[in-house]
């Protein structure tokens, strides 16, 4: 029997099987909530101190003192952490804390060799991780006495000697009750989810981060943090273990809450910066603990019954308010098929969801029931407080990268590489302003962080550099961590909060090489494995899961129990307490809404990104052919062309035409297909390589032709070869396609001939066409295939083109030329050699404001003959009745780029589509 656990399963079973995931893990957090709950603090000697002041009934306090009235020092600062698992097992490792040596199981498993990311999600993940937990928990500075030592393994890369990591600091107010009891740590920060990474959880870091002024937080002129004098570091709530991906969030969430403040001033002027500041704390602490809820949750747990789990966390799946509509159709099968007596959910879950627990509650209203806005603030019984395994299951550090890379917005390609370790402290200021945050946010958009695994610890972490510390392995810290602090080893933690232990090290993983290495490590005692180590090493991993079930399961009840038992997220979550412009804030911005807001350089990469922790890419929304022609263009140009531009080094090779992928689906689709990008998965299979520009056609005035041929300016023009020149002769071609405001775009394509130019490289030797004459000897065979869904396949109608104007206008009267013939300009002509080479060299060098072609145009009937010199008669007159109608012009440099290969689409628009 497989020790894990089975919900993940129930996917595959469709809707209501998804429904009934849902459905276990609500029982599964109610289970929890009732055996794992263990508190750990005395309040009562703390209460008798604490005035809860009128203010304090509608706004967070410093230090996170009277959120719950009746027991004001829950959740405070300095109060100490709980527990998930029962206190009898938490007494810290004495005789077995180096055992084994934390510095050997570092080296060993957890040092990264080949970097390996996490593909599904964006380095903003990373940070944001972090950042969340300087909101939650530290447990202070380390205790100077009495360091913890232990020798290098043989063989060590710092050599021999021993190492030395300074002790958790001890809990002081600790009593004579105490005695006897494992040891307790006190959380330095609020344990509520108030922001406190920004706000302090102090009277005195508050203060230094406000500003006294209209309720807004301290910054510069240039929108920056101050910073320390000393350390170079942002005047901020946490600014411990600083670097750059820090430096960004706090930023941004501290021009954020000056822009709540700035809202609530214009609505209540009347109000004081205390009020302001208040309002706008509440409501940007609410607008992160929901984007943590709805967006970065589901993006690193991306499985259909976690993220309705989620949603159902902040809304409920019932409730009003959020998107959950989409939600609701499944709820009202669920509840349909529960009503029968053969209820397939009920017979594949084994339980009835509709039986009350002991609270009255059913399992059904446990699911479906959103936290926020709920009546009052449950905490199960047990006063909440974070808790040591909350901490253990975050340690993370695998996510980080050991450089970062830059890029122009846009590109995806590496402007600069930094060492991480230069991104640290002062540097990070540093870089910020040299780099500008929108740049760093599009870099951190498209990079990947490290995936949660074995063996992809970060380097530098391992050799870190603190100030004051010296030379620090944070991976054999993390280890030692949990054992310092009564965190239960790998097994006994899964036992502990209702999981399967592991029977066998192969549960967790079949490589070869980690099973060796843990049997040696662990003594072949699968008991003995450290608990981060066992949830780095767990491969089976529910779907979409970035890492795995131990740590999910500390998650489903921290991450819902962070909300309930916050009076600002249950009773007092209402516009009498935030305002209804503090709501509305909340429930209405993404983090998309917030990056945008403040870097709005960001729109275009940011067009149809949806959640913003996943990598950025180009996305095609629902609406997108409704936007402006610029806005599709840009889509089209920056997510699409430039995020997948090639270096001239990496240039694809050119590659002979392949008939065979020619015939059938793909020629259908061709003349089918009206969108601008192809279908996942679409490959060129003739003009498979080229270059793309963005391109403006200027008219001549009057030309005497409508719509798209009295301007277009937002373009893209792409010259490409039909296959690799040394197999069947050098065959230049082009493809321009013109945007229109709210209306699909348009194009045409243009060949010289069909089988080209044969030895002549020279792309601009000759001018191109829409229309070629069939040629019965062609070698490639193209005009019989096309022969397939066109009657005249050898020629392109332009009639679209003249029915629409780039506003969208349709023409009542439309005029289109029957033919065009792209010139190339005399400037280019001769510029290139003709001698074999790669043709997409020579276009590369053709930079924005180039005028590429002249633009031909007759509207003489196409008449065609089986009689070779009669039909080149008919295109000789047709060809000098052409008059010139405008020029094609570059507004942007050719790049080659992926997308210009096999992402951008060019309709086929034949005859028959007049
Ligand atoms: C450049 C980035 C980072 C640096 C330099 C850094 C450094 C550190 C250091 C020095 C500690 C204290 C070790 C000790 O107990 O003595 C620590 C703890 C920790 N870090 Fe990081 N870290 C970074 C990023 C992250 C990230 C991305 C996460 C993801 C969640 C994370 C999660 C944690 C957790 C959970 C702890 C334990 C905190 C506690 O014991 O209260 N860190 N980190």
């Not at 060809?879 to 951008?904: M, P």
Request: with cysteine.
């Amino acid at each position: 029997m497989s020790v894990w656990v089975t919900w993940p399963a129930l996917t595959k079973l469709g809707t209501l099987g998804v429904v009934s995931g849902l459905l276990v893990l609500a029982v599964e957090r109610q289970s929890l909530f009732e055996n794992n709950l263990f508190d750990v603090e005395d309040y009562a000697r703390y209460n008798a101190n604490i005035t809860c002041d009128a203010r304090s009934h509608t706004a967070r306090t410093e230090d996170g003192t009277c959120n719950i009235l009746e027991n004001p020092a829950e959740g405070s600062a300095l109060r100490r952490f709980g527990r998930n698992v029962d206190t009898a097992v938490t007494h810290g490792e004495t005789a077995t804390l180096l055992t084994p040596n934390p510095r050997d199981v570092s080296n060993s498993v957890m040092a990264r060799g080949e970097f390996k990311p996490a593909p599904s999600l964006n380095f903003i993940a990373a940070s944001w991780i972090q950042f969340m937990t300087h909101d939650w928990f530290d447990h202070g500075p380390n205790a100077d006495a009495d360091p913890i030592q232990f020798p290098l393994p043989p063989g060590d890369a710092l050599g021999s000697g021993t190492m030395s990591v300074k002790r958790t600091q001890p809990d002081p107010t600790r009593t004579g009750a105490d005695t006897g009891m494992p040891q307790t740590y006190r959380n330095h920060n609020t344990h509520w989810w108030d922001g406190s990474q920004i706000y302090g959880s102090s009277r005195e870091v508050s203060d230094k981060v406000r500003s006294f002024v209209d309720g807004k937080l301290k910054v510069g002129s240039d929108n920056r943090l101050p910073t320390e004098l000393l350390s170079g570091k942002s005047i901020t709530g946490v600014n411990e273990n600083w670097w750059v991906g820090l430096s960004m969030l706090h930023q941004l969430f501290t021009l954020e809450h000056n822009a709540i403040a700035t809202k609530l001033k214009a609505k209540y002027p009347e109000k004081d910066d205390q009020w302001l500041y208040d309002h706008a704390r509440l409501v940007n602490s609410a607008l992160m603990a929901k984007i943590h809820t709805v967006e970065w949750t589901p993006a690193v747990i991306a499985n259909p019954v976690t993220e309705r789990a989620m949603y159902a966390n902040w809304w409920g799946l019932l409730g009003q308010g959020g998107p959950r509509d989409d939600y609701q159709a499944e709820v009202r099968m669920l509840q349909e098929d529960l009503a029968k007596s053969d209820s397939f959910v009920k017979r594949i879950l084994g339980f009835d969801p509709s039986m009350a627990d002991g609270f009255g509650n059913t399992a059904l209203d446990h699911a479906l029931g959103g936290i926020v806005g709920t009546t009052a603030p449950n905490n199960y019984g047990v006063p909440f407080s974070l808790t040591e395994e909350f901490v253990a299951v975050y340690r993370m550090h695998s996510l980080l990268r050991d450089k970062i890379d830059i890029y122009d917005i846009g590109s995806n390609i590496v402007s600069r590489s930094v060492p991480m370790q230069d991104t640290r402290d002062r540097d990070a200021e540093n870089l910020l302003a040299d780099e500008h945050p929108e740049r760093l946010w599009y870099s951190f958009g498209i990079t990947n962080p490290g995936s949660l695994t074995l063996n992809n610890y970060p380097n530098f972490l391992r050799n870190l550099s603190m100030p004051l510390l010296g030379n620090i392995d944070l991976a054999a810290i993390d280890v030692l961590r949990d054992r310092e602090r009564g965190v239960p080893r790998y097994n006994e933690f899964r036992r502990q909060i209702g999981l399967n232990p592991i029977t066998k090290f192969e549960d967790l993983t079949t490589d070869a090489a980690t099973l060796a290495q843990l049997k040696r490590l662990y003594g072949n005692d699968i008991e003995q494995i450290d608990t981060l180590v066992g949830q780095l090493a767990e491969t089976v991993r529910p779907e979409g899961f970035a890492f795995g079930e131990t740590a999910f399961q500390i998650f489903i009840m921290n991450a819902s129990r962070r909300l309930m038992a916050d009076r600002f997220y249950t009773k007092d979550y209402r516009p009498e307490v935030y305002t209804q412009e503090g709501i509305d804030w909340v429930e209405h911005t993404t983090m998309v809404d917030v990056l945008q807001r403040h870097n709005p350089e960001l729109s275009s990469s940011l067009v149809g990104v949806e959640n913003a922790f996943k990598p950025w890419g180009l996305n095609i929304p629902a609406d997108y052919e409704s936007w402006p022609r610029v806005g599709k263009l840009d889509n089209l140009w920056i997510n699409g062309a430039m995020r997948t531009q090639f270096s001239l080094e990496q240039l694809p090779p050119l590659v002979p035409v392949d008939v065979g992928g020619l015939i059938g689906s793909i020629l259908w689709k061709k003349v089918e297909e009206r969108t601008d990008v192809a279908p996942v998965g679409y490959e060129k299979p003739i003009h498979a390589h080229g270059v793309m520009a963005k391109a403006k056609f200027v008219p001549v005035a009057n030309n005497g032709y409508t719509g798209l041929f009295t301007g277009a300016d937002s373009g893209l023009l792409r010259l490409s070869v039909t296959g690799d020149p040394a197999d069947r002769g050098f065959a230049p071609g082009l493809a321009w396609k013109a945007f229109v405001d709210g209306k699909p775009s348009q194009n045409v394509s243009a060949l010289y001939t069909l089988s080209g130019q044969g030895t002549n490289y020279d792309f601009f030797t000759n001018e191109l066409s829409s229309y070629v004459s069939p040629e019965a000897n062609e070698t490639l065979g193209t005009t019989v295939l096309f022969s397939a869904v066109s009657s005249k396949p050898t020629l392109l109608r332009l009639d679209d083109m003249a029915q629409v104007t780039q506003n969208g206008a349709a023409v009542a009267s439309a005029k289109a030329p029957t033919q065009v013939y792209f010139v190339p300009r005399a400037e280019l002509r001769s510029r290139f050699v003709s001698t074999p080479h790669d043709f997409r060299q020579d276009l590369l060098t053709l930079k924005t404001g180039t005028k590429v072609y002249d633009v031909y145009a007759t509207s003489m009937e196409i008449k065609t003959s089986i009689i070779p010199s009669l039909n080149t008669s008919y295109a000789n007159q047709r060809r000098s009745n052409a008059k010139k109608i405008g020029e094609i012009e570059l507004t942007s440099n050719f790049i080659a780029s992926q997308f210009g290969d096999s992402g951008v689409f060019f309709k086929h628009q034949r005859h028959e589509d007049k």
